[in-house]
């Protein structure tokens, strides 16, 4: 009976820090998905990786209880937490792009069915789903699953949570999403500025002219229009970084 409890307990706090991340990556930390589901999925996450890590844990540390066993539990949780919110930070910012792109094309205020936990536009709900799909379909999900076992090679069990190290990696993960969405949302922003300002310049010299009015076809449908044919390469270079960042991390 103890050797079953000495083995559970070290398995528990795998479990936090997979459940820590799972709260965080995308799919998995929508609202929308039941949170019995979400459990199960940590289990068997943690079950399948306990093999792996349970026996050196055993070997280093042995059976653990109070205080410690709390500290262990709280610290793991915190670097699951850390490391899937630096993934989702990714996919918070091509939402953080898509509601820019429908502002600035005309279609800011167009509601539509959501995908997300917050309202956002339609066009904004049409990329984040399209996102989170090819997550999937990428098998990114799979990356993350990986880099949560090499993680106990350089962040093994027991090593205190260093703040200054996760919120380093939150700030780097932050530059690098905000900076790739502003690159890819460059044509757009970049349209958008000239339809207002052309338009703006006709309204100046024939203030008769409602040009605000006359401005929207031309607005949407250019926006639209290159919004077809962006989209694709759009994603693939967003998953391309976002791939790698989940790699390298």
Wanted: negative net charge.
């Amino acid at each position: 009976m103890n050797a079953w409890v000495d083995y559970l307990i070290p398995t528990f706090i795998i479990f936090c820090r997979i459940g820590g991340c799972f709260m965080f990556i995308p799919g998995m930390s929508s609202g929308r998905v039941p949170v019995r589901f979400r459990l199960y999925i940590a289990i068997a996450v943690s079950l399948a990786m306990a093999p792996l890590i349970v026996p050196e844990y055993l070997e280093n540390y042995g059976p653990v209880e109070g205080a410690r066993l709390v500290e262990l539990i709280v610290n793991e949780s915190l670097i699951g937490a850390s490391i899937g919110l630096s993934i989702r930070i990714f996919m918070a910012a091509l939402e953080f792009m898509g509601a820019g792109i429908a502002m600035f094309i005309g279609l800011g205020t167009l509601p539509g069915i959501t995908t997300a936990d917050d309202p956002m536009p339609a066009l904004a709900a049409l990329i984040s789903a399209v996102a989170v799909l090819l997550f999937f379909l990428l098998d990114l999900h799979l990356e993350v699953i990986r880099g949560l076992v090499f993680s106990y090679q350089f962040v093994p069990v027991g090593t205190f949570f260093d703040l200054r190290e996760g919120v380093q990696r939150l700030a780097t993960a932050l530059s690098k999403a905000f900076f790739l969405v502003l690159q890819i949302s460059g044509p757009f922003v970049a349209y958008g500025l000239m339809i207002n300002l052309l338009f703006g310049l006709v309204n100046k010299m024939v203030p008769q002219i409602p040009a605000y009015f006359i401005s929207i076809p031309f607005l949407v449908f250019g926006g639209l229009l290159a919004f077809y044919f962006l989209f694709p390469e759009m994603l693939e270079i967003f998953f391309f970084h976002f791939s790698r960042f989940i790699a390298e991390g």
